[in-house]
């Protein structure tokens, strides 16, 4: 589990989880989410939805990255429940394939090598996957570049240390030794934990793959059946990623690391040994080889040497037409299983040899200027990469030039590996391609630009064979043999097969990068009898593209990853032996693999209801009496191709019909929702297979793909060997399935990774939590009038704003982007009632508008967080589940008042700041007294201007006419301005008014260079005049035009009004409370010229933290203003000798003598008693 803190206390989200348990059991005796197809309907886009997410593989249990992507699904089934469509959400278990055979395995071993527990080796090897890609590669591909995230296994090396990270006793672990209990336990818990986080799934249609479901093993044969029917799988030959362990091919679901790696092609060049002698001597009479893998064969006609590692270990090889060949013995391996040993799998090893065994052999290299050349020693070869032996061209490859001058540069270099000077010193760089910029001697010259001191620069090295390798290739022209002249990108293809029939060439595979497989083999590519699924057959591929073409991708970047995934797809071996699946129907022999029977397993969601009979794997007999044995080829072609009815079956007509109305009703998958590392294989492999199946019905294709990154935890990848995992049991146990749903919405929603973070978990919690218990008090507050016939402006906005966030979380659903439907539909929405609320005051908030509030913001945040909104909605006395309700109808937005709204709370915010800068002392002098604090105002004057100065009004009318032409050079702005005549005597402030005005156009568009605003600004500051005031805790504001300031009034503009303060006369009055226990003081309260009660009470209520509110303040005078104050006060008398002010009472100051009189009558007035009546509203 994620290493994050502890919470102190757990209440909220116990809190939160009772509620989740009760909506649950609440919705499951609903059965809320069964969906069946109606006995009419058409099932078009309008009137259903079915959403999928790939079944995930059962060897563990689901991990937060898999239950984010789960949401994409989860959410989009919300949102269009709302909106009035039959939604299905079906889930399915996938085990086909061969880890869970594999792990079930190694569990065997284990038990039997270390005993029962058993007592494993305290030593443990990590194997790391190598990255063999230093080198540019010039090819059209779109693969991922990470291996598979074996997030379920955790740091242990052996299978029993990984069961029991994920929690499991040794008792338990014994059972997994049967592969069948894998099945038997993972389902159940993946289901558990999906039930516990509230997933809108149809349980009934769940199952698990292969042959222990017999239903969904006849539709997968069913479907390979017609598949080899129209020519799509074909047996043969071919290189595949192989594990000999395991003897078959690796598929990228069966490797610990390595997913996505292919093979890679090379051309192996045979430099024949002249005059064998040593350990060379002797090894046959067809010719000993040294053999170098290059991506460049093109460049063989500047060989000048051969390198080879002296301390690296190299063998001696002999083929099946007697050749032997020197190399790695690692690159023997790959050689021995691409038919070139007379025994598959056996390198057939002559000798063993280092290096150092053949430095200074003599060679004829195919195609090279120098007849003969020779081998040398080179520090860098890795061993893990071609086959150790290789070809050196200076000319164009930086490395080689950099080691070809080190040797010829250092002879105690050349002394120490008995290299001798003929060896090397003759052979300089042979120009064999012109390069634009480079010339003939590219690697030449490159070395020397990057000041390349020595071959072990390695990062310069680096850089220079990307520059020289990809200009290359694209722009470089061959200017030696028979290809002269031709650019490098024709001549590479042609050289290579003159080399490949000359028998100077062979073809030679090995993996891009080190592959892994689960049973921990390191596999090689093979040449193997398979039967393969021809993904790159023209007409196929061409069908399919116009599938994509009108699939809904959600993003241009995953169109453009299936666009790339067509251009170098081929064959896919669908076949293997080893592991678990379904046999293929025509050769039993062989396994179907799992990317090849999950591709349109979508199509057995619509049925699997009526034939699981509520069970995994069919063990149960179903509501309509099927039995596997039933279900024929035409049986399943009547289903889905829309066959006739099968003439002999024992199934009755109206089941058949009934499973073919499901399909015809929820067919096609409308949104399936995946990780994007499924574009290069599943999800394309389902595209391909759709159309196959369905060639001419592309009303049966895919309609949309929503493809997302990988999730984040905390801003780092998640890894069990770090801590940093959470398992989706675990989220749910430390944030709840809201607060769960919640972070998990608002993680990301593009392509790229997204991030969850723990402190947006718990940030959702509080929300959650604070947002129930306001319902409940807004629910029980008698206090709250309805104003539905006079509403304020504030009813106004607020009313707007709702109207508009509803619109705005509509789109966004709609759009699948969930991120922002959370940020318009909850928190800007949030925002906008907190607002409100402040902005209402003492009038408090409209019963009616806060209402419909709580009911709008239950059903937008029911998408995501479903439990809180059921408990919210059973609050307001709903009778039925949210979930079937329907989504809000907004009103007319308007604009105007939104903006009127935006345009006072920016106002306010500026004269905020303006405040506190009127409040800041003056710098004191140096050396002086620190200035005296100033003193706080008490009133203030806004000003307000209509339009803008003449001058200002010129120059933006101009701004105008040049944006709608498009040019927005502040060069060209410039010029234009110099033009005007009326500029002239203001143009030292014209420029920096453009660039004003130019960045606010950026911001707000083209509106803002309006010269006056739509509507009466002095209309909206005089209607929240006590807004202001309370904002700035000011006891008077006047409103002014402009034109009064004169010249200043100039920075005045409209939609920026400036605001004057200034401090009125005061005297301070004693204020007493004589409450008992109230815990109220008494205080010094300046008094102004006309106060009323209720502005001293308002004033009162901003100093005297105690008194919340002001309204149920009452004021009392002294009978005897000499005497009344000074008498000893008795608890049960308080009251004795004051009198209540009346609250159309005045009172006066006098400045001069310091008093406060009270009334017509002007009674001197040198305290008050005041108290709070806790009753009175």
Not at 60 to 77: D, M, N, P, Q, S
Not at 407 to 416: A, D, G, T, V, Y
Not at 1035 to 1063: H, M, N, W, Y
Request: hydrophobic share 35%; aromatic share 10%; charged share 25%.
């Amino acid at each position: 589990m994620s290493g994050v803190g502890d919470r102190k206390g757990t209440f909220k989200v116990e809190f939160l989880k009772e509620l989740e348990r009760k909506a649950q059991e609440k919705w499951d005796a609903m059965k809320v989410y069964e969906m069946d197809a109606p006995e009419t309907g058409e099932g078009t886009p309008d009137e259903k939805l079915m959403v999928t997410f790939p079944y995930p593989y059962m060897n563990g249990r689901l991990h937060l990255g898999h239950t984010f992507t789960i949401c994409k699904c989860e959410f989009a089934v919300g949102f269009q429940r709302l909106k009035g469509k039959k939604c299905l959400f079906p889930f399915g278990f996938h085990v086909t394939g061969m880890p869970i055979k594999a792990c079930a395995d190694k569990i065997k071993r284990e038990i039997e090598t270390f005993g029962y527990p058993p007592q494993f080796p305290q030593e443990t090897e990590v194997v790391e996957e190598k990255d063999k890609s230093d080198e540019p590669i010039i090819k059209d591909k779109s693969k991922g570049k990470k291996s598979k995230a074996v997030a379920k296994a955790g740091a242990g090396k052996y299978q029993w240390q990984i069961m029991k990270s994920l929690g499991l006793e040794d008792e338990e672990i014994k059972k997994f030794a049967d592969v069948n209990y894998w099945l038997q336990y993972f389902p159940p818990k993946t289901e558990m934990d999906l039930r516990a986080m509230g997933l809108r799934v149809d349980w009934r249609r769940s199952f698990i793959t292969t042959d222990a479901n017999p239903f969904y093993d006849a539709f997968v044969k069913w479907q390979f059946v017609k598949l080899k029917e129209r020519n799509k799988i074909k047996f043969g030959k071919r290189y595949t990623i192989y594990s000999a362990k395991d003897g078959q091919p690796c598929m990228d679901h069966d490797r610990s690391s390595g997913e996505g790696v292919g093979p890679q092609e090379y051309t192996l060049i045979k430099m024949k040994v002249l005059n064998p002698t040593g350990k060379l001597a002797n090894l046959g009479s067809k010719g000993v080889y040294m053999v170098a893998a290059t991506l460049r064969p093109e460049t063989m006609y500047g060989q000048t040497n051969c390198w080879v590692r002296p301390d690296m270990a190299y063998v001696a090889c002999k083929l099946k037409n007697g050749e032997v060949w020197v190399c790695t013995k690692r690159a023997a391996r790959n050689l021995s299983y691409q038919g070139f040993m007379e025994t598959e799998g056996d390198p057939s090893v002559v000798a063993d040899l280092v290096g150092q065994d053949i430095l200074g052999v003599a060679l004829s290299a195919p195609l090279a200027h120098h007849k003969t050349i020779y081998t040398l020693p080179m520090l860098t070869i890795k061993e893990d990469k071609g086959t150790g032996v290789v070809t050196s061209v200076p000319s164009d490859s930086p490395d080689d030039w950099a080691a070809l001058r080190d040797l010829k540069n250092k002879q105690p270099f050349r002394e120490k590996y008995g290299i001798r000077d003929e060896m090397v010193l003759p052979f300089d760089p042979v120009p064999i391609i012109t390069i634009p910029d480079f010339g003939d001697l590219a690697a030449v010259t490159v070395v020397d630009k990057l000041k390349i001191q020595s071959q072990n620069d390695r990062d310069k090295l680096a850089e220079a064979k990307e520059m020289v390798y990809l200009k290359g290739f694209y722009e470089g022209k061959m200017i030696i043999g028979e290809h002269s002249g031709k650019t490098v990108q024709d001549a590479k293809p042609l050289i290579k097969d003159t080399l490949v029939k000359a028998n100077d060439a062979v073809v030679y595979m090995e993996p891009e990068k080190t592959v892994i497989s689960r049973s921990g083999d390191e596999c090689v590519v093979a040449l193997c009898d398979q039967w393969y699924l021809d993904y790159g057959d023209k007409q196929w591929k061409e069908g399919t593209k116009k599938l994509l073409d009108q699939l809904n991708t959600f993003s241009d970047e995953v169109r453009k990853n299936f666009e790339s995934t067509l251009g170098w797809l081929q064959e896919h071996a669908c076949s293997r032996t080893y592991g678990l699946g379904s046999k293929l129907p025509w050769d039993e022999s062989w396994l179907i693999e799992g990317l090849s029977d999950s591709t349109i397993y979508m199509a057995y969601y619509t049925v699997a209801h009526l034939l699981q009979g509520g069970t995994y794997d069919s063990s149960k007999p179903n509501e309509l009496n099927i039995k596997a044995s039933d279900m024929t080829v035409e049986v399943w072609d009547y289903i889905f191709l829309g066959a006739d009815l099968p003439k002999s079956t024992p199934i009755p007509k109206e089941s058949l019909e009934r499973m073919r109305r499901e399909f015809l009703y929820w067919y096609p998958c409308d949104i399936r929702v995946s990780g994007k590392d499924l574009v290069p294989n599943h999800l394309t492999y389902a595209l391909y297979n759709h159309q196959a199946m369905w060639p001419d019905q592309p009303g049966n294709w895919i309609r949309g793909i929503r493809a997302n990154g990988h999730l984040l935890l905390n801003s780092e990848k998640m890894s069990k060997s770090t801590g940093n995992f959470l398992t989706l049991s675990e989220a749910i146990e430390k944030f709840s399935a809201d607060g769960m749903r919640l972070a998990l919405a608002d993680a990301g929603d593009t392509v790229e990774d997204a991030n969850f973070l723990t402190t947006n978990a718990d940030a959702g919690i509080l929300r959650l939590y604070t947002l129930v218990e306001w319902v409940k008090e807004i629910l029980e507050d008698k206090t709250l009038k309805s104003r539905a016939k006079n509403p304020t402006f504030h009813d106004t906005v607020f009313m707007n704003e709702m109207n508009l966030k509803l619109a705005e979380a509509h789109d966004a659903y709609d759009k699948l982007l969930f991120k922002e439907a959370l940020k318009t539909g909850f928190f800007e929405l949030q925002t906008a009632r907190d607002k409100y609320r402040e902005l209402c005051g003492e009038d408090g908030m409209c019963r009616d508008l806060v209402m419909q509030y709580i009911e709008w913001q239950a059903i937008i945040l029911s998408v995501i967080c479903p439990h809180v909104c059921e408990h919210i909605w059973e609050l307001l006395g709903r009778q039925e589940s949210i979930l079937n309700t329907a989504w809000p109808q907004p009103g007319p937005v308007n604009t105007t008042v939104i903006q009127q709204s935006e345009y006072l709370m920016d106002a306010v915010r500026d004269f905020r700041l303006r405040l506190k800068n009127h409040m800041m002392p003056g710098k004191a002098k140096k050396g002086g007294a620190p200035p005296p604090s100033v003193e706080a105002p008490t009133h203030c004057t806004v000003y307000v201007a209509k339009s803008y100065p003449a001058w200002q009004c010129t120059v933006l009318d101009t701004m105008r006419d040049m944006h709608n032409k498009g040019v927005t050079d502040k060069k060209a702005l410039s010029v234009e301005m110099g033009k005007k005549a009326e500029l002239k005597k203001y143009m030292k402030r014209v420029m920096p008014f453009v660039a004003f005005m130019q960045d606010k156009v950026e911001s707000a568009g083209v509106s803002a260079l309006d010269t006056s605003l739509p509507w009466d600004e002095m209309e909206v500051l005089e209607k929240n005049k006590d807004y202001i005031l309370s904002s700035l805790q000011l006891e008077g504001c006047d409103l002014a035009p402009s034109s009064e300031l004169g010249e200043k009034g100039e920075d005045c503009r409209p939609g920026q009004p400036q605001i004057v303060f200034r401090t009125e006369a005061s005297v301070k009055l004693r204020l007493t409370n004589n409450q008992a226990y109230s815990g109220l003081f008494s205080l010094d309260l300046p008094v102004l010229q006309g106060d009323t009660p209720a502005k001293i009470a308002a004033r009162l209520a901003r100093t005297e933290r105690g008194v919340k509110d002001p309204k149920r303040v009452e004021l009392y005078m002294w009978e005897d203003p000499e005497m009344g104050p000074r008498k000893i006060p008795a608890l049960d008398k308080a009251m004795d000798g004051l009198v209540l002010v009346d609250k159309a009472t005045s009172f006066a100051i006098n400045t001069s003598s310091n008093t406060v009189t009270i009334g017509a009558g002007g009674k001197l007035c040198q305290s008050l008693v005041y108290t709070v009546n806790t009753t009175a509203s």
